[in-house]
């Protein structure tokens, strides 16, 4: 077994077994942009002690648009370049890539992965009452069927019904990317996406799944909980909204408890992040608004590092 996969036990702490073993090595996340740290922000504060190291890969995105070769292709390098980085278990925080490469990773990748696409599907079933859910996705997801896979794995009975939003990946994205000048807007404007022109935007974008008479719409992109105000407003006060953070760190924490993989209960995260754009500074100032803490350790990798470790 490789070096990087054997991690030494922390030793035991007053009030917990002695032979109970921790790996305080970091929880990698992986996202096509800044969505994903609304899964890591999950993460944080569900599991307080575990440190999170996460990769967005900004300067490709949106993936949404893209085909499923090259989005695997960007898995997979994402991938190979955190376990180098001895992750103890990787999460796909965008759904584009779950669709896309999820499989492929967790055959090929020493560490396991786990996706945002089934946790969305359990938490549509457990949330539906009516068995009619509709699901924003980015275009590549929505065509995928992965979402309409997942629901009918758990309830073949559901009425799935998709609604390409891969616009609101660029909304999202262009806003925070142009907006570090704007973060005292931020911070005095917590929803800084619930204009009358997204508002707009949205409900043009959204008006199929008025037709379906849906009780329940899974949020699937990490980037759309940032626009849940126009997006509720769009769809009415009777239809639930909901994302796959939650359901996704409780699935994560159980796979940890299972393997025993814990961070030692008296550990201090120690979170890092890294972004394939060259302009960190806009990346941190983004990510800490979403993160909801300051990002202090941003790092920047170059395209050809990722390339270099997987090639389609």
């Known amino acids: 077994m490789d070096e990087h996969k054997l991690h030494a036990a922390a030793p035991a702490t007053a009030g917990t077994p002695a032979n109970q073993a921790f790996d305080?090595?970091?929880?990698?996340?992986?996202?096509s942009g800044i969505g994903g740290l609304t899964v890591a922000r999950e993460i944080a504060r569900t599991l307080p002690h575990e440190s999170i190291y996460y990769l967005g890969d900004t300067?490709?995105?949106?993936?949404?648009?893209?085909t499923e070769e090259e989005v695997r292709s960007f898995v997979m390098q994402a991938g190979t370049w955190l376990e180098n980085h001895s992750v103890k278990i990787m999460v796909i925080a965008c759904n584009t890539a779950t669709a896309a490469g999820l499989a492929l990773a967790q055959q090929l990748l020493h560490v396991p992965v786990i996706?945002?696409?089934?946790?969305?599907?359990?938490?549509?079933?457990?949330?539906?009452?009516?068995r009619?859910?509709?699901?924003?996705a980015t275009e590549l997801t929505v065509r995928s069927g992965a979402y309409t896979r997942a629901i009918h794995s758990l309830d073949a009975g559901v009425d799935v019904y998709g609604c390409p939003a891969s616009s609101f990946v660029d909304l999202v994205e262009n806003e925070l990317a142009t907006g570090a000048h704007l973060q005292e807007r931020w911070l005095e404007n917590g929803d800084i996406f619930d204009t009358p022109e997204t508002r707009t935007q949205v409900a043009r974008t959204i008006s199929p799944l008025s037709e379906r008479d849906v009780d329940t719409v899974v949020l699937g992109c990490t980037h759309?909980?940032?626009?849940?105000?126009?997006?509720?407003?769009?769809?009415?006060?009777?239809?639930?909204?909901?994302?796959?953070?939650?359901?996704?760190?409780?699935?994560l924490a159980d796979i940890l408890a299972r393997r025993e993989q814990f961070a030692a209960p008296s550990t201090t995260p120690a979170h890092r992040f890294a972004t394939t754009s060259e302009d960190i500074a806009t990346f941190a100032a983004a990510g800490s608004f979403i993160f909801g803490q300051p990002l202090k350790s941003v790092e920047h990798v170059s395209i050809a590092e990722l390339e270099a470790l997987y090639s389609r």
Do not use: M, Q
Not at 132 to 136: A, D, E, I, P, S
């Open 224 to 251: 759309f909980p940032l626009l849940a105000g126009p997006i509720r407003a769009a769809l009415g006060g009777a239809v639930r909204v909901v994302s796959s953070a939650e359901e996704t760190t409780r699935e």
């Open 24 to 31: 305080n090595s970091p929880i990698g996340v992986f996202d």
């Open 115 to 130: 996706g945002v696409i089934a946790p969305g599907a359990r938490a549509a079933i457990n949330t539906t009452r009516t």
């Open 132 to 136: 009619k859910v509709g699901v924003l």
């Open 59 to 66: 300067s490709r995105c949106p993936y949404g648009v893209r």
